[in-house]
């Protein structure tokens, strides 16, 4: 209804109302939205005023036809901004404000819709027995609840038995006199009846007893006929009622029941209603036409619309009682078939009308068009519907309706696209064309309605207002972060990624999207969206764009989250790592937070009171533009004049949220009465401050549209008219007309959004995952067509981050890797994949298949009183699993793998009440740097207890806690933990596109930064590892080139430090200190680049309920030196009474070294004999030693055997001890062994191994290895590692070298890459035990004696060795060859300074220089001529360049050359290639061996100098002595290599 005009005497009081209103919501305007499009006025303005006023600000009297192509839609918010702090401060200040009041309604209650205001005991006290579940045991059928248990008892005949209407007593029981001592069987009617009897003849004879005569009699006689025939007729009644109760319900069973009452009834209602019924279904219709007019067309509009005169009939009903007692199925057949004339009456027929639509297709443009009538008459349906309704006891009792076609529907029509209803052609003559239509709609109803399936219509929901389908129930607030690692989808140009929001598909309607960032793969948003939602059971998807200029954008990849989750975590969902797939690949990965805000709804309580909804100044507006009328004139005095021509007003409507454009509906053609019924809905942060505005639009074909109308209001005065006034009808500023709109306020609590932000996409761990990987069966081959196999590995992954990852085997189809892997998670839904890969070292590593480790299966979120989250493992001990491989379709693969898995958490403090306010009042520091640097500390200003009363004595796990004497957790006690690195930035001397790694007791990464390209990186990141041992472990912090080739082990620059000394740090500093460096980072000089800097913080946090696998440890993975001593007693084998002994060590079954042979002799002392066996797994490793008798001729014979212990039992780490075994029959043998923990390292060449052995040394004393006895080299450095090489002759265990793990002790399994070896001062020690170093050690070296090979000291006293440099190497094998000879080397040089030291600078390594070599000597060559020697010579290589070739030496296997030469070498230069040669006077030369020499490789740490043996290869082709010295280099500095392989 529209509203009626102010009497005149109102009217000055009302404009001056208006202009003060007016001045208000202006200045609200300018304020909300200074740098928007808003438009103000003066209110005395005319309209023509007011029109030059906007058209000289903005144009906004003409529209631009091209303003929405190619424009995003717009942000579903009032904030004309996505950035994240803005809307955290707009929804700050508006909770901050008084809540604005809702309108107040006339009436007394709070009406929910569809439900009762107060329950139906209105007024009653509880002792009333209210209903006849008041006196019956049987429960309510209603109650979900109550039925629910009984259905989990009985069956549905059971059930319905029970709730039989034919029930007279529906088994209650009654509660009188008589059933307290009498069975039911011993009373009731006839019970009754009895007494009356009894009772009458008693009292007839006591009134003759008393002398009553016959009256008396007669009236006794009176009340007992009374009675009889009072319990007669109720019996009769009874029995009648059971009789037509059965019958009724047989009938129902198995007939159909007519419903001519229905009929009668539809027949007389459809005459009044169908009217009705047509004028709503032409405004839907139209609204939905013009919605969906193809672009070719003017326009649709239906132009006729009737049902007709007939209505619908219902042919039968069909019942079914045995149903649940809450449930009433029903199959009803109806029809409408408004031409069957048969049962209408003459007079019927004269006035029936029959159905007819009329759909008007125009074609042109203006004046230049025509309109095409389509007539679709004679409509005929027919067809069988099974509804089921569930009753509840609640209004409105029917809670859902169920339908169903139990067979397809029948129906007919005609349609007549041309010609009309006169000359129309029924395109349904058409052969084929009616049949195809019936299918098509059979098809596309069959799935929806087509028995079995039923639509479910929520019958309660819809009462309430809780099912629209369309309406937003929450608001879902993203915020974007970053993104990593994304791939382009083409080849064309530089990604420009953006962020789409989609719900349910990713085809779908998007809801909004990010901002584009040119040229990034990573880039970084840092915004927030708000995502409109109905429901939290579909899923969210972000898909990534790439923006280009002059083409179609193109997709990226999709990252999907399930809104499921967010309702089992409470809402909120933090630090999620989206992966973005494409094609089933991972292509990127997305850092972004969820939170959903659903909607106040009022709450019913049990007892039927109502609990208002909590009011908020946030929330979702749902605005509507109805329609409008009387357009295309001119106000003039108050009323409204149409124009010339104003029937071809073409109206569109703007609406405007604080000068913002939200919705543009399409243009109502031809007509001054457009409807459109569309509305937008938006969130708004807050309404106070909110502007509404709609304009009407003249759409015109060949000028510029015009505004013809508008209207505009603040929220508040809007819902004031709407709610007090009841007004829905405005009149059109700046134009004729009206226009009917409406808004629907929900009020949205945002209590936490604002705190949640600025938290960043890292989440405190809540403990480590650890993963065992045994091994893998039947794995797919995908080397075949070459001819070999796969070399797999195992990965896990954590988003895109490869989080550990195991070594690979040499071409195994079935490898067991034995191998234990940790992994900090941070939320239960940070699931793992397990991919198995297949190594390549030249291309990229192929997968093979891979698992997913669901967290929820393995950790257990409880929640404590205070709300506090607490996580443990599921399972006490850790979980045997076998799983079969999937692709990255998700379809099952080839291969099964077999591991274990557990969870071990992190100490988690109770938060006191201050640290929430805290949380709740700004953003603080993650909860793991708190329980990392100040643990709980006591309020000082609240309490003044003593400090020990307030320390906690266990955390939320029962675990008690460690502290120190200053009331500090003592971080340093626990062996164990995870150690967070939050790398702030970094300074180069150059610009580079790096990366910067986390690696802890690792060659691999196990976290890496998105790329960062300058001098200058805002890396702005955190990551963390798992400290299996902090005594052994060492953090490095690695600057890696952005290189297409990942497996280059290059950088930048790097920093490394022992954990010990990191946590330190963090326990003696004070919480000030702590979070100024958690604001901005301590800054730390890059290693290895001059000039270069990196700023970082660290916290640590306690694991738990952990105890190290001593296999895993440090202890049981290191070199063993092996010294033998003699021999005695040995057998006589020869016939000269003598030997010619020789031993042959082996380690499990491999052998591993063998002695020169000692003739005639039975009690040998071996001299020069030492040798060094990298072990990989000290428990269970078995070394031998065979005594053999030395044969020119024939086998050799064995003189004995033993086995020498060297588990931790017997030998101590770093202590030399000498042993004697027997070798039985009376001989013994003596050999000096030391044992030295290290992570063992190899390399990869290929799918082959290379030698390389090197050793990590720690900052433990002795006492934490075991034992502080005869340390080689008293005063070691703290976290100072040295090593050489071993070179053997043999397989790809020993031969295949291992490389050290600086300062690490932590292996990842069974061999495990290290991460750098560090150079080490020592001094002399006092043992006077002659220990030869093995070329892999270096720093614990006996003083006093000094071994010796061929003359030449193996070690100068005062001259520390340094250690030999290798590649960073990561393979393993099961069955590994260990056929290696002895080695022995010397290398001399400058001490080496510790990577430690911080100030180190640049070395030479690297640098051009000058090399002198010394080609020595050689042994033990392989014969190339038939007389079983060789003439050797050697020549050398660099680049592709012969520079040096010696002179050749016939007959021999022992060539000694002496010469030397020099080369000018630089940083591409230093691999000599050394070939020793066989001449041949007339044939070309042969190969005997050859050896790869990289200088930079083998000069480390400060070294200028290497002297040793070197095998030959291929294996048992001879060892070559080779000197070489460096010139040219820089005297200080951290010169040579040492970590991963390169410079340090």
Known sequence: MEPSSPPPSQQPQLQEEAKAAQAVANEAIKTSAPDSNVYTFDAELSPAQKEAQAEKKANLGTIDKQAQENKAPPLATDLDTADTSDIAAAISSAGAKTVAPAPAKDQDTYDIPGTFTEGYRKGLPD?????????????????????????????????????????????????????????????????????????????????TRFGAGLMGCLVVGAFLATYYQTSIRRLRRNVRDDLQREMMTTKLETDTETAGWINHFLSRFWLIYEPVLSAQIIGIADAILIENTPSFLDSIRLSAFTLGTKAPIVESIKTYPKTEPNVVCMDWKVSFIPNDVLDLTHRDLQSKVNPKIVLTIRVGKGMIGAGMPVLLEDLAFSGTMRLRFKLFNEFPHVKTVQASFLEPPQFDYSLKPVGGETFGFDINNIPGLQTFVQEQVHATLGPMMYAPNVYTLDVAGMMAGTTDLDSANGVLAITVYSASNLKASDLFGTLDPYITFHIGNVHNTELGRTSAHEDQNNPKWDESHFVLLNNLNDSIYLQVMDRNSNRKDTPVGVATCDLKDLAEANNVLEGLNLVVLRNGKAVGEIKCDMRYFPVSRPDKQEDG????????????????????????????????????????????????????????????????NPRWDKYVEVFVADKTMLDLGVNIVNSKEFSEDEVIGRWRSSLLDMEEQLVKQGLDWWSLKDGAGKIHLSAVWKPVVMTGFAEGLGHGSYRSPIGVVRIKFFGAKDLKNVEAMTGGKSDPYVRILSGMQVRGQTEYIDDNLDPTWDTALYVPVHSIREDLILEVMDYNEFQKDKTLGQADLILKDIIRETTTPDGQKVYEGVHKSPQDRHADLLNHERKKGKGTLHYEVSFHPTLELAKKEDEKKDETQAAEAPAEQTNGTTPAQPDTETSTAPVKEELPEKDLHGELIKYTEDKRIDLLAYNSGILSVTIHAAQLPEKEKVTADILLDSNDAQYRTAQVKGRDLPFNETGDAFVKELDFSRLVVRLKPVKDNDKEDSYVGFWTNPVRDIVKKLQTRSAEEQELIELKGEEFKLLECPGGTIRLSFAYRPVIQFALDPSESLENQG?????????????????????????????????????EVYKKQLNPVFKDEVFTVPVLRRIGARLTAQVYDWDQIGKDTLLGEAQIPFMAEQLESFAAKEVEVDLGEGATLKVRLLWQPQLLARRRTGTSLLSATTRMFTSAPGAALGGAKSFAGAGLDAGLGAGGKVFGAGGKVLGGGVSVIGGSVSALGSGIRGIGRLGKKEKPSAADSPVTPSPTNSSIIAAEAHPTTNGQPLVEAASPVAPAPTHISRSTSSNLQMDRKSMDSTISGTAARSIVNTDSSDGSAGRDGTIHVTLSSARNLKAMDRSGTSDPYVRVRIGNKVVYKTKHIKKTLTPEWNESFSYRIGSGKSVMDIKVKDHNTLKDDVDIGEITFDVWERLQNGQTAFDGWVPLTPEGTGELHVRVELSDSLENGSSGRGLFGKRI
């Not at 529906?170 to 307290?180: M, P, R, V, W």
């Not at 703007?654 to 913002?660: D, L, M, P």
Request: net charge neutral; aromatic share 10%.
């Open 1119 to 1155: 070199n063993l030196t092996v010294t033998p001593l003699k021999a005695s007693n040995l057998r006589a084998a020869d016939r000269s009474g003598t030997s010619d002994p020789f031993v042959v060590f082996r380690l499990d079954d491999i052998k591993v070294h063998k002695t």
């Open 609 to 672: 009171t109502i609990i208002p909804p909590a009011e908020s100044n946030s929330g979702i507006l749902r605005f509507t533009v109805h329609e409008c009328k009387q357009l295309g004139g001119e106000k003039k005095g108050g009323l409204s004049l149409p124009l010339v021509g104003s029937s071809d007003v073409n109206a569109y409507a703007i609406v405007r949220v604080n000068g913002q454009e939200r919705l543009r509906t399409k243009a109502f053609k031809r007509s001054i």
């Open 127 to 207: 002792w009333y027995k209210v209903g006849w579940t008041a006196f019956s045991a049987l429960p309510n059928p209603g109650d979900e609840v109550m039925m629910t248990n009984l259905s989990q008892h009985l069956d549905a005949d059971a059930l319905a038995e029970i709730f039989k209407p034919s029930r007279t007593d529906s088994g209650e029981k009654t509660d009188d006199l008589i059933s307290q001592f009498l069975s039911e069987a011993y009373y009731g009617e006839w019970y009754h009846n009895t007494a009356a009897m009894i009772f009458a003849v008693f009292f007839t004879w006591l009134l």
